[in-house]
């Protein structure tokens, strides 16, 4: 089953069309996700977003919503699910939007299907453009997606969730010991 299957895919919005002047009386101030503001563990850094002045009321199809998907279109390749959270920024179009119709797959989990090594290497290899490479919404409506029941996916969702948890912690601990290191070389120095 491919992604045309079960879900909706477009990509975001031109921002050049909607983005407001100065001589705009009426102007709507959005958060916009940026390249930066994907983490490479599929994680939203919410720190990276832009602010987005638009000339006009925005249409909610280029609005996050829970439950979206969305993808980098240039390499890094990386996902990210949307959270309740997360709702209302503006994607632009260096992203695509993946919107599930189908309720046989969890969001998180198409995110991490996306950004496993298999896709990666699929994405490498159907780019287009040497400079920058770039995959199209085509290139993402083809991808067969691994049929799952629901429990198999919910676990492979929390087994990812405990490893990023892993990987956070054991980041905090190795900048406290490095801390730590310091202030000991530091009193040994200083003791006379």
Known sequence: MNLTNISEVQTGLVLVRKRADANDKDTHKYRLLTLK???PQGLLNERELDVFFSKEKLDKKYLTNKGDIIIRLTTPYTAICINDKQEGFVIPSNFAIIRLKEQTYIPEFVALFLNSEIIEKKFF???ISTTIPLITTNHLREIDISEKTLAVQMKIV???????K?????S??????????KASINKIIMEK
């Open 37 to 39: 503001s994907f983490e």
């Open 125 to 127: 290899k159907s780019s």
């Open 158 to 164: 929390e087994l990812n969730q405990l490893q990023v």
């Open 166 to 170: 892993e990987k956070t912690l054991l």
């Open 172 to 181: 905090c601990l190795m900048k406290e010991k490095e801390k730590l290191a």
